[in-house]
């Protein structure tokens, strides 16, 4: 992805192995947009910090830190043990889960963990590239976008989901616009997707969370393109709060949903999203801004980091197999 550092562009990459030191770098995704910091994670239990503490987020990016944290883990010679530490971080994203086990079935068969854990990534990233080629067909000159959350190159170590199709499009000359949802409580939308926006030139504006249904109403959104954390067998997908309604208010107003996500997030043991585990996190997210009291002192609050939406309110899955349909998921499944 491209960050300007003053005057300076450069392209960087949210998750690396830096294999001279044997340590996983980050963008650490706290600081921004203000700041661009790095964090080092010097063994598997600094991986899993970065996981849970949020350094790193995103579905595919979590899968990417997870396989790099197992190399460490190998290195230090505690591979089952690191992979149930990993595991544990976050219970909501599929990738995680996926990405250790492709480390664990990788050690067992006796192939080098390093090569592994960069096979990992490296199809990631083509999945999202692939991703953007098919989502871009979909968009129109002059679409007015809305998204949820962050699901760019921060959220995918490298392109993109959601935002995948809009870096495509604007490539071949399409005009986008984006309508960025602040994502409350710790606003991913205002901070990252603004923020990975800007540093690709892409028009867009943040808008508060309960916007979206004015902006929608008045018809001034022509698409929503979420990505996803989970997606049952059934369609049914885990993305971060606030996305359910963002899926109920487009389909009251006849707005096409789309949801990006690399076959990867697809879990086939699930077959409704009844059964997806959602992460409750601390209510001081919600409490405070960047450290800044903002609700009452005396009240409690409720921090459910993601919420389920049906099936029945998604017009399709892009992924890098194509634009599907919740009908077509099982097939794509079972073709894997």
Known sequence: MKVRIGN?????????????????????????????????ALDYRDVAFAIKE??????????AAAVYGMILAHRQGETEHGAHVLKSTRPTAHDLFHAVD???????????????????VERTIRACEDIGKHGAELIRNGHRILTHCNAGALATVDFGTALAPMRVAESQGKRVFVWVDETRPRLQGASLTAWELYNEGIEHAVIADNAAGHFMRKGEIDMVIVGADRIAANGDFANKIGTYEKAVLAKENGIPFYVAAPMSTF?????????????????????????????????????????????????GYITEKGVISADEIGDYLSGE
């Open 267 to 315: 879990d086939r043991t699930i077959q409704s999203g009844n059964e997806i585990v959602i992460e409750e996190r601390s209510p001081d997210e919600v409490r405070y801004a960047r450290e800044c009291l903002i609700a009452n002192p005396e009240s409690p609050a409720r921090n459910p980091a993601f919420d389920v939406t049906p099936a029945r309110y998604v017009t």
């Open 102 to 120: 492709h480390m664990l079935e990788a050690i067992r068969s006796g192939k080098e963990p390093i090569a592994a854990a960069e096979e990992y």
């Open 54 to 63: 949020m350094v790193v987020r995103g579905a595919p990016a979590i899968g």
């Open 8 to 40: 300076t562009q450069m392209d960087m990459r949210s998750v690396w192995y830096d294999k001279e030191k044997g340590q996983v770098g980050f963008i650490d995704q706290r600081a921004l947009p203000f700041e661009i910091e790095t964090y080092m």
